[in-house]
């Protein structure tokens, strides 16, 4: 018998769970902005031209807090 066996999708979290999911959820997506703007900081012009943006703009960003 797997683990999957003892839920299906219909069954609801309990209501902790389902907290403690989101903020799961919301931790990995500041961390994930928090390493994007770090890379993003580290290009090359030429690099921010392909994307679409200019120095300034990518400043912008990369300023921004990792919750925004």
């Known amino acids: 018998m797997t683990a999957t066996s003892f839920t299906s999708p219909a069954t609801p979290l309990p209501p902790l769970a389902r907290v403690a999911f989101r903020l799961a959820h919301a931790v990995l997506g500041w961390e994930l902005r928090r390493t994007t703007r770090r890379h993003l900081a580290r290009l090359e012009p030429y ?11 990518a400043q912008d960003e990369v300023d921004r807090p990792f919750w925004r």
């Open 47 to 57: 690099l921010l031209d392909d994307i679409g943006l200019d120095a300034r703009e």
